[in-house]
């Protein structure tokens, strides 16, 4: 199997990939579209600021290539809410797979939400309910493509799904054995 994750320089990326060595898979970090294009499963983490990220994904044409991948897709965190259609983080328009609008945590609560956090299953056979470590300021709200929800100052989606483009607002790579089993369980599809 190929794995691929892409690399944008907005995150996580060695994280994940030391990650996914431990469950015995070699992901290679590319920016490449003939290999993102070849590869069974594509994995799209961030950190960062979704406008600079924009604009790197522009720049290297990633913009137009990643909405145009069948093969199943994965946005971690940043990578998430890149997958929807707009951001108030920087007023950003983002890829559009998702016809979500990315919020600002309300300022009534602790923002950034950083720590452990439970999510509950709507979908359990790829995405195990449990506990999750999150770092975010910005969130999905809840939806039709929701498929674990969290409560933070205000439910939000901690996981959605659209055809085969997955996002996980959490990080997997930093969630202990419940991250490690929806890893496997993505890269089983």
Same mark, same amino acid.
């Given at each position: 199997?190929?794995?691929?994750? #892409? &690399? $944008? ?13 431990? #469950?015995?898979? +070699? ?12 590869? &069974?499963?594509?994995?799209?983490? *961030?950190?960062?600021? %979704? ?7 522009? &720049?290297?044409?990633?913009? =137009?290539?990643? @909405?145009?991948?069948?093969? @199943?897709?994965?946005? #971690?965190? !940043? ?7 707009? /951001?108030?983080? *920087?007023?950003?328009?983002? !890829?559009?797979?998702? &016809?979500?609008?990315?919020? !600002?945590?309300?300022? /009534? ?19 195990? %309910?449990?506990?999750? $470590?999150?770092?975010?300021?910005? $969130?999905? @709200?809840? /939806? ?9 100052? =205000?439910?939000?989606?901690? %996981? ?5 483009? $997955?996002?996980?607002?959490? +990080? @997997?790579?930093? /969630? ?6 929806? !890893? =496997? ?5």
């Amino acid at each position: 199997m190929k794995v691929v994750i #892409i &690399d $944008y320089g907005a995150g996580n990326t060695r994280s994940v990939q030391l990650t996914l060595e431990r #469950i015995g898979i +070699h992901a290679r970090l590319t920016d490449e579209a003939d290999e993102i294009r070849a590869a &069974d499963k594509v994995i799209f983490p *961030g950190v960062g600021h %979704a406008r600079s990220a924009m604009d790197v994904l522009r &720049d290297k044409k990633l913009d =137009t290539l990643i @909405p145009s991948l069948r093969q @199943p897709v994965l946005g #971690i965190c !940043l990578g998430m809410q890149l997958l929807c259609t707009q /951001s108030e983080e *920087g007023d950003t328009p983002c !890829l559009g797979i998702f &016809d979500e609008q990315v919020k !600002l945590f309300p300022a /009534s609560g602790k923002v950034p939400h950083m720590g452990w956090n439970t999510a509950t299953a709507s979908d359990a056979a790829l995405f195990p %309910a449990g506990w999750y $470590y999150f770092v975010h300021s910005y $969130y999905v @709200p809840l /939806s039709s493509y929701t498929v674990l929800g969290c409560d933070y100052i =205000t439910g939000f989606a901690a %996981a959605i799904h659209r055809d085969n483009f $997955y996002g996980v607002q959490f +990080h @997997p790579e930093k /969630s202990g054995k419940t991250g490690e089993v929806l !890893l =496997t369980n993505f890269l089983k599809l």
